[in-house]
Nanobody, 125 residues
Framework: QVQLVESGGGLVQPGGSLRLSCTAS????????MSWHRQAPGKGRELVAR????????DYSDSVKGRFTISRNNGVNTVYLQMNSLKPEDTAVYYC??????????????????WGQGTQVTVSS
C-alpha cells in the first residue's frame, strides 16, 4: 500500500534552517506530482510547495516563496523541502502528499488520501 514517511522536523530558532524529507513507497514515485503541506494549531491544512513528476517545475505559496525549496530524487523515492530563514509563523506539522492521478500537472489540487504522520517544525527562540 501507499506509504509516505516524513522526517527532519525539529525546534529551530528564527532565521534558522531545516531540511525535511519524505520517503515514499507503494507506488511508482517518478510518475506523480508531489507536494508539501502544513497545518498549524487551530488552522486548516495549507499547501506549501509542489513539484512535477520529473522535478522540472515547482510552485510555492506566497508565504514561503524565496525561503523554501522543494526538490526530489526519483532514484530514492524521496521529496525534500529545504526551509531557510524560518519564522515563528512557519511552526506547524508538515506533511507530504501525492497527486491522486499519475501525470497530473503542476497545478493540481487533487491529492490522494494517503497522508503520512507528518513531522513537527517549531520555530521559536
Amino acid at each position: 500500500q501507499v506509504q509516505l514517511v516524513e522526517s527532519g522536523g525539529g525546534l529551530v530558532q528564527p532565521g534558522g534552517s531545516l531540511r525535511l524529507s519524505c520517503t515514499a513507497s507503494g507506488f511508482i514515485f517518478k510518475s506523480y506530482t508531489m507536494s508539501w503541506h502544513r497545518q498549524a494549531p487551530g488552522k486548516g491544512r495549507e499547501l506549501v510547495a509542489r513539484i512535477t513528476d520529473n522535478g522540472f517545475r515547482k510552485d510555492y505559496s506566497d508565504s514561503v516563496k524565496g525561503r523554501f525549496t522543494i526538490s526530489r530524487n526519483n532514484g530514492v523515492n524521496t521529496v525534500y523541502l529545504q526551509m531557510n530563514s524560518l519564522k515563528p509563523e512557519d511552526t506547524a506539522v508538515y506533511y507530504c502528499a501525492r497527486a491522486r492521478s499519475n501525470g497530473a500537472g503542476l497545478y493540481t489540487t487533487d491529492w490522494s488520501d494517503d497522508w503520512g504522520q507528518g513531522t513537527q517544525v517549531t520555530v521559536s527562540s
